[in-house]
């Protein structure tokens, strides 16, 4: 595109931007798919923000190197399309650095060493055993959802609900007038009442804001959660999206209005960078397994792209139909995605892949433990923060499972006889405590909630909220407690060996 005015060739100038817009829909599927694949449990949200930041940085220098005074001119501007190479150039040294992504090489390409030594690079440890048991949790739940296409994952109705998140996560980036502000920035600053010099500056002002608070997320995104953040960032933009248009209203009458309407535009911005900017792209990287990950985020580069066009060429139109209602429209669309985040999409902070993706796997919620996070492999009594009266028996030391409240809780353990089993510290007959409820050097497996716990073959434990009660399994049972509260059932399946699987219902 650099050569383009010295060759006289709009054609050069198309084929350039074509070759752009190509790299640019790939990036923007792979950088954040590769992001959160190699990222640490605890650092996936920080990690993943920075994507965004990176493009905030680049906005904000576009729109520098833009102003007149400097390369946004009949004589400069070829220089500045030029100068595009310099980040193509930096990628291509720099990414046969990056190691290849360690859930791709394990569970795509079964190839174990080279996992590991990938792992150990990203790590800086040779500790890696915990990241390949969560791999190999997630690749054994995965296992009926095969690497899919586009039109596959469309039409698996296991996978329809995460779908739909993170569509309309996208849309809720696109469609939430940030475009309008970031393309039209300068003539909505313009109707709002600033000189043209000014307005010019205020754009600048808006992507360096940008910048700013994206920093600011990072820590928080690990902290506060994603969808916490959505929710903050969306209704904050549909607040000041309706100051936005109140001060278009009134300027005439009240010349103020006109920096009220700025300082808008500025926190709508703000309230953007928080939320919307960067957790879409996360959260549809995290709702799904290795299989249908890549044909997810291929479906949301199409939507976001293709929202991102609707808004771009639309909003002129919608200038002149609307005048000052402009933003209108996009306060109704911020409340309803509002909406929908507040009850459809889950928190993903500090949850594995695989306990992402089981949320959604025939309405059952599945949480695995790693065995090296059970030191001790117990199971004691929980109480959650929120419902004080509730208690769930969980393995300790576990950091990972979230609060869950349940009436009733099912363990059950392969036996070679009904009467006695050597990971239980006792024989198979009834025990009571009040507080946990150890088995000693056990290792578990996770599993579907099955139908085979009646079996001889199986000792059932039964935690019944509310009264005591004890559930024979095989001649014996473990133990029965007294407890109070209410709440939906869990089941637990345990099997030798590698991890532990809840099933909430």
Same mark, same amino acid.
């Given at each position: 595109?650099?050569?383009?005015?010295?060759?006289?060739?709009?054609? +050069?100038?198309?084929?350039?931007?074509?070759?752009?817009?190509?790299?640019?829909?790939?990036?923007?599927?792979?950088?954040? =798919?590769?992001i959160s694949e190699i990222a640490p449990l605890n650092l996936r949200g920080g990690l993943g923000t920075v994507n965004q930041?990176?493009?905030?940085?680049?906005?904000?220098?576009?729109?520098?190197?833009?102003?007149?005074?400097?390369?946004?001119?009949? &004589?400069?501007?070829? @220089?500045?399309?030029?100068?595009?190479?310099?980040?193509?150039?930096?990628?291509?040294?720099?990414?046969?650095?990056?190691?290849?992504?360690?859930?791709?090489?394990?569970?795509?390409?079964? =190839?174990?060493?080279?996992?590991?030594?990938?792992?150990?690079?990203?790590?800086?440890?040779?500790?890696?055993?915990?990241?390949?048991?969560?791999?190999?949790?997630?690749?054994?739940? #995965?296992?009926?959802?095969?690497?899919?296409?586009?039109?596959?994952?469309?039409?698996?109705?296991?996978?329809?609900?995460?779908?739909? @998140?993170?569509?309309?996560?996208?849309?809720?980036? !696109?469609?939430?007038?940030?475009?309008?502000?970031?393309?039209?920035?300068?003539?909505?600053?313009?109707?709002?009442?600033l000189e043209e010099w000014q307005s010019k500056y205020a754009t600048l002002g808006v992507g360096s804001v940008m910048v700013?608070?994206?920093?600011?997320?990072?820590?928080? =995104?690990?902290?506060?959660?994603?969808?916490?953040?959505?929710?903050?960032?969306?209704?904050?933009?549909?607040?000041?999206?309706?100051?936005?248009?109140?001060?278009?209203?009134?300027?005439?009458?009240?010349?103020? +209005?006109?920096?009220?309407?700025?300082?808008?535009?500025?926190?709508?911005?703000?309230?953007?960078?928080?939320?919307?900017?960067?957790?879409?792209?996360? @959260?549809?990287?995290?709702?799904?397994? !290795?299989?249908?990950?890549?044909?997810?985020?291929?479906?949301?580069?199409?939507?976001?792209?293709?929202?991102?066009?609707?808004?771009? @060429?639309?909003?002129?139109?919608?200038?002149?139909?609307?005048?000052?209602?402009?933003?209108?429209?996009?306060?109704?669309?911020?409340?309803?995605?509002?909406?929908f985040t507040y009850y459809k999409v889950p928190e993903t902070k500090n949850k594995t892949f695989e306990e992402i993706s089981?949320?959604?796997?025939?309405?059952?919620?599945?949480?695995?433990?790693?065995?090296?996070?059970?030191?001790?492999?117990?199971?004691?009594?929980?109480?959650?923060?929120?419902?004080?009266?509730?208690?769930?028996?969980?393995?300790?030391?576990?950091?990972?499972?979230?609060?869950?409240?349940?009436?009733?809780?099912?363990?059950?353990?392969?036996?070679?006889?009904?009467?006695?089993?050597?990971?239980?510290?006792? #024989?198979?007959?009834?025990?009571?405590?009040?507080?946990?409820?150890?088995?000693?050097?056990?290792?578990?497996?996770?599993?579907? &909630?099955?139908?085979?716990?009646?079996?001889?073959?199986?000792?059932?434990?039964?935690?019944?909220?509310?009264?005591?009660?004890?559930?024979?399994?095989?001649?014996?049972?473990?133990?029965?407690?007294?407890?109070?509260?209410?709440?939906?059932?869990?089941?637990? !399946?345990?099997?030798?060996?590698?991890?532990?699987?809840?099933?909430?219902?």
């Amino acid at each position: 595109m650099g050569f383009s005015q010295m060759s006289n060739s709009f054609e +050069m100038l198309i084929l350039g931007r074509l070759v752009i817009g190509i790299n640019c829909g790939l990036n923007t599927s792979l950088v954040p =798919m590769y992001i959160s694949e190699i990222a640490p449990l605890n650092l996936r949200g920080g990690l993943g923000t920075v994507n965004q930041l990176a493009v905030t940085i680049g906005l904000l220098l576009s729109q520098v190197l833009g102003i007149e005074q400097l390369l946004g001119n009949k &004589k400069a501007w070829p @220089i500045l399309l030029g100068l595009a190479v310099v980040p193509a150039v930096m990628q291509m040294v720099l990414l046969p650095v990056c190691p290849e992504s360690p859930r791709y090489l394990l569970m795509s390409r079964q =190839m174990e060493d080279e996992a590991r030594r990938a792992l150990r690079r990203l790590r800086a440890s040779s500790h890696v055993e915990e990241d390949i048991e969560e791999m190999r949790a997630e690749e054994a739940a #995965s296992q009926t959802e095969a690497h899919m296409t586009m039109l596959q994952l469309v039409r698996n109705s296991n996978l329809r609900m995460p779908l739909t @998140i993170g569509v309309v996560m996208q849309l809720s980036q !696109q469609l939430s007038g940030i475009n309008a502000v970031l393309y039209y920035s300068t003539s909505l600053f313009t109707a709002a009442g600033l000189e043209e010099w000014q307005s010019k500056y205020a754009t600048l002002g808006v992507g360096s804001v940008m910048v700013v608070m994206t920093l600011v997320s990072i820590p928080l =995104m690990d902290r506060a959660g994603r969808r916490t953040l959505h929710l903050y960032g969306l209704g904050g933009m549909f607040i000041f999206s309706i100051f936005i248009t109140i001060s278009l209203l009134i300027k005439e009458m009240m010349s103020w +209005m006109t920096f009220i309407s700025v300082i808008s535009t500025l926190c709508f911005v703000i309230f953007f960078s928080v939320g919307p900017g960067s957790i879409p792209w996360m @959260i549809t990287a995290e709702l799904f397994s !290795q299989g249908p990950r890549p044909a997810a985020m291929s479906i949301a580069v199409l939507v976001n792209w293709l929202s991102n066009f609707i808004v771009g @060429i639309g909003f002129p139109k919608m200038q002149e139909t609307f005048e000052n209602y402009t933003f209108l429209p996009f306060s109704v669309l911020l409340g309803c995605f509002w909406i929908f985040t507040y009850y459809k999409v889950p928190e993903t902070k500090n949850k594995t892949f695989e306990e992402i993706s089981a949320i959604f796997t025939r309405g059952v919620d599945r949480y695995y433990i790693p065995p090296s996070r059970l030191p001790v492999p117990s199971l004691h009594r929980y109480l959650t923060p929120h419902r004080p009266s509730l208690h769930l028996f969980l393995p300790r030391t576990s950091t990972s499972v979230p609060e869950w409240s349940c009436p009733s809780l099912t363990l059950s353990l392969p036996l070679p006889s009904p009467a006695s089993h050597p990971l239980l510290p006792i #024989s198979a007959s009834t025990q009571e405590t009040q507080d946990w409820y150890r088995i000693v050097k056990a290792k578990f497996h996770s599993t579907r &909630k099955s139908r085979e716990s009646s079996s001889p073959n199986y000792l059932l434990l039964h935690k019944k909220i509310g009264s005591d009660k004890t559930i024979e399994g095989g001649d014996g049972s473990l133990w029965g407690h007294r407890g109070e509260g209410g709440g939906p059932p869990v089941e637990l !399946q345990c099997r030798p060996p590698p991890a532990l699987s809840c099933f909430l219902n």
